[in-house]
């Protein structure tokens, strides 16, 4: 089974419950919130507040994405807001291994994302430990960038390495995704499709996700 999580960064602010309520009930399987700090990518989104607010309304897996740096100063904030999944940058820590068990320890699941221009390679000496790794296909900081058409070999090179480990990691696409390009990365080795503007520009953000989860599942 694939998954799609709909970024929560491109829904309308104004209308945060009205737009969980959507997510909750179409054919979405997990939320997936952006956490910027304005530092490690030039913007800011939202932090603590909307997390709550996520915690109190989302009936499902709260996949939580931070963009920040020191990430090792919230991971316990993170996990007594309700986040199932944490994900921290490969660039943003010095100590990733020690991370990554800290995130364990605190009985989430963890994950790593990885910037547009970082090699695959440097997963290497992690990727058994991995519960998911985030490829970026775009640069990280902004919503409705264009998909980086070199991901596709990006996750077939990422797909060939958890299975030469025998990882378990999930293989998360986060930027551009779109109805033209999701099939192609499902075949490729991606299991969870993060989509922001396609869903929630459309006129139909519960149509729209019911065709992408016919798409690719």
């Excluded at 920040?68 to 996990?79: A, G, H, M, R, V």
Aim: proline share 4%; net charge negative.
């Amino acid at each position: 089974m694939n998954i799609i999580a709909p970024s929560m960064l491109a829904c309308d602010f104004g209308n945060l419950k009205s737009e969980i309520s959507i997510v909750n009930k179409s054919k979405a399987d997990w939320f997936h919130i952006d956490v910027m700090d304005g530092v490690f990518v030039p913007n800011i989104s939202f932090g603590t507040p909307i997390m709550q607010v996520l915690k109190e309304n989302a009936e499902k897996i709260l996949d939580v994405h931070l963009m920040i740096i020191n990430p090792d100063n919230y991971l316990e904030k993170f996990s007594d807001l309700g986040a199932n999944i944490l994900t921290v940058h490969y660039e943003a820590c010095t100590h990733l291994h020690r991370t990554v068990q800290k995130i364990k320890n605190l009985k989430m699941k963890a994950g790593v994302a990885i910037n547009p221009h970082t090699p695959v390679s440097c997963l290497k000496s992690i990727i058994k430990d991995l519960d998911l790794v985030c490829l970026m296909s775009v640069n990280p900081g902004f919503g409705g960038q264009s998909f980086i058409e070199n991901t596709f070999e990006k996750v077939k090179e990422l797909k060939s390495l958890i299975n030469e480990t025998n990882s378990n990691a999930l293989i998360e696409i986060d930027g551009g995704v779109n109805s033209n390009n999701a099939k192609k990365l499902i075949d490729c080795g991606a299991n969870v499709l993060v989509a922001g503007s396609f869903v929630f520009k459309s006129e139909n953000p519960t149509k729209t996700i019911s065709e992408l989860s016919s798409i690719i599942n």
